[in-house]
């Protein structure tokens, strides 16, 4: 089995939400399965919790149904003002709004 560098999982989940446009979101789960580590999506959520870089939009990750986090009000606010799309329940509506990483990757 091999070992979990979590500092090293923390900077590939830094660097792929911060290529996260504007009006998009992706899941903790994406990540997890982008950053190489498909079953650690909770693991993305502690990575983003310690960042303290504003360059990074960690607003704009939400859980495997589109919600946003529920201690922060001002998540929601933040992807509003960038036009992401949501639905009546006040979920994120990821058939519109989430972004496909790979399509973008050059």
Known sequence: MAHFDFELFRQEVANIVS????GYVLTYGRIACLS???LHARQVGRALHGMTDKAIPCHR???SVGRTAPNWPAQRTL???ENVCFKANGNVDLRHS???YEAEEV
């Open 98 to 100: 989430q972004w496909d």
């Open 61 to 63: 990750v939400v859980d």
């Open 19 to 22: 290529q996260i446009p504007r």
């Open 36 to 38: 190489g580590y498909p």
């Open 79 to 81: 992807l509003a003002a």
